[in-house]
């Protein structure tokens, strides 16, 4: 039977989280280890089996809203016929990792192999876009653009985009606070903040990008990691951190981390930390491993596009 496939992953954003969504730079790089693939192929009756849901289209939950909306808008626009869709992924929810644009991307992707039709890279955009609409009210377009493509980027929304070279002699240690993050909820507390007067710490975020950006091409990893804690203690002014993030950076940082701030919406999700050798990466992720039971991953960034 004829179908179609599409693939994703996971993304990171290493700092300009939120203020992306002000025109703000922000700096994204693909996190490969973790991927969704979805197959779709004609049936009787649309539907959707995925680790969260499984059955009709029609009577899927609300969080899945994103994801439904966009397989009708796709079913009308394209003329589809009923397909199943079945989503593998182990990009972990609610996580800051992206995995809502990019469920939406290997759908969009299948849905277009499946009919065989060419794809740009706009469209696709444009298509992800839609469903991060639904999902969080006003996306940036980062997490479209950085799980769908295999780049790392300097972002900016509405700007040229630059191809980062993220390749760097340093570890990311990346873990999860077992807090569930809500992207939506993030970005709406950001603005509310931003009407009360405080838009000058997105501005400093945007400032705190480009002292990333310049240190990465001087590979100053030192000042990386400060930057990084600095993009933290802006996040946290924003009401973004939570207490269990606060702990893990500090404690990060007390087991000689360069730098530590989360990563994504915030409310939870996940944690970023800098380290110079795999040793130290290794004690931060086994530090924060004893603190909760939930997935660390170490990324060795001088393999970053290798
Ligand atoms: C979410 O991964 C990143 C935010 O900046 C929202 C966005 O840019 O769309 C919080």
């Given at each position: 039977?004829?179908?179609?496939?599409g693939?994703?992953?996971?993304?990171?954003i290493?700092?300009?989280?939120?203020?992306?969504?002000?025109?703000?730079?922000?700096?994204?790089?693909?996190?490969?280890?973790?991927?969704?693939?979805?197959?779709v192929?004609?049936?009787?009756?649309?539907?959707?089996?995925?680790?969260?849901?499984r059955?009709?289209?029609?009577?899927?939950?609300?969080?899945?809203?994103?994801?439904t909306?966009l397989?009708?808008?796709l079913?009308?626009?394209?003329?589809?016929?009923?397909?199943s869709?079945?989503?593998?992924?182990?990009?972990?929810?609610?996580?800051?990792?992206?995995?809502?644009?990019?469920?939406?991307s290997?759908?969009?992707?299948?849905?277009y192999?499946?009919?065989?039709?060419?794809?740009?890279?706009?469209d696709?955009?444009?298509?992800?876009?839609?469903?991060?609409?639904?999902?969080?009210?006003?996306?940036?377009?980062?997490?479209?653009?950085?799980?769908?493509?295999?780049?790392?980027?300097?972002?900016?929304?509405?700007?040229?985009l630059?191809?980062f070279?993220?390749?760097?002699?340093?570890?990311?240690?990346?873990?999860?606070?077992?807090?569930?993050?809500?992207?939506?909820?993030?970005?709406?507390?950001?603005?509310?903040?931003?009407?009360?007067g405080?838009?000058?710490?997105?501005?400093?975020?945007?400032?705190?990008?480009q002292?990333?950006?310049?240190?990465?091409l001087a590979?100053?990893?030192?000042?990386?990691g400060?930057?990084?804690?600095?993009a933290?203690?802006?996040?946290k002014?924003?009401?973004?951190?939570?207490?269990?993030?606060?702990?893990?950076?500090?404690?990060?940082?007390?087991?000689?981390?360069?730098?530590?701030?989360?990563?994504?919406?915030?409310?939870?999700?996940?944690?970023?930390?800098?380290?110079?050798?795999?040793?130290e990466a290794?004690?931060?992720?086994?530090?924060?491993?004893?603190?909760?039971?939930?997935?660390?991953?170490?990324?060795?960034?001088?393999?970053?596009?290798?």
């Amino acid at each position: 039977m004829k179908a179609g496939i599409g693939y994703s992953h996971g993304k990171i954003i290493l700092i300009g989280e939120h203020a992306a969504v002000y025109g703000k730079p922000a700096i994204a790089i693909p996190f490969l280890a973790t991927k969704c693939k979805t197959v779709v192929k004609e049936t009787l009756e649309s539907n959707i089996d995925s680790i969260v849901y499984r059955g009709k289209t029609s009577n899927a939950p609300e969080e899945l809203t994103p994801i439904t909306s966009l397989i009708k808008e796709l079913t009308i626009k394209l003329d589809l016929p009923n397909l199943s869709f079945d989503i593998k992924s182990n990009i972990p929810i609610s996580s800051g990792m992206g995995s809502s644009a990019a469920v939406a991307s290997s759908i969009v992707q299948a849905v277009y192999d499946y009919l065989e039709k060419d794809l740009s890279p706009k469209d696709k955009l444009s298509w992800i876009e839609f469903s991060e609409i639904k999902a969080h009210g006003n996306p940036s377009g980062i997490d479209a653009l950085t799980t769908t493509f295999n780049n790392a980027w300097l972002f900016q929304k509405g700007s040229l985009l630059v191809e980062f070279d993220s390749n760097l002699a340093a570890y990311l240690i990346v873990g999860q606070s077992g807090e569930k993050g809500n992207t939506k909820e993030a970005v709406s507390i950001v603005k509310e903040e931003v009407d009360k007067g405080k838009m000058n710490l997105i501005e400093e975020l945007g400032r705190l990008t480009q002292v990333v950006y310049e240190a990465y091409l001087a590979e100053d990893i030192i000042l990386i990691g400060k930057t990084l804690t600095a993009a933290q203690k802006i996040l946290k002014e924003l009401q973004v951190s939570t207490e269990k993030i606060d702990q893990m950076v500090e404690l990060a940082l007390s087991n000689r981390a360069l730098g530590a701030k989360l990563t994504g919406g915030g409310l939870g999700g996940c944690v970023i930390a800098l380290a110079k050798n795999y040793r130290e990466a290794e004690n931060i992720k086994m530090v924060w491993e004893n603190l909760s039971t939930l997935e660390a991953w170490i990324l060795d960034l001088s393999e970053e596009k290798k």
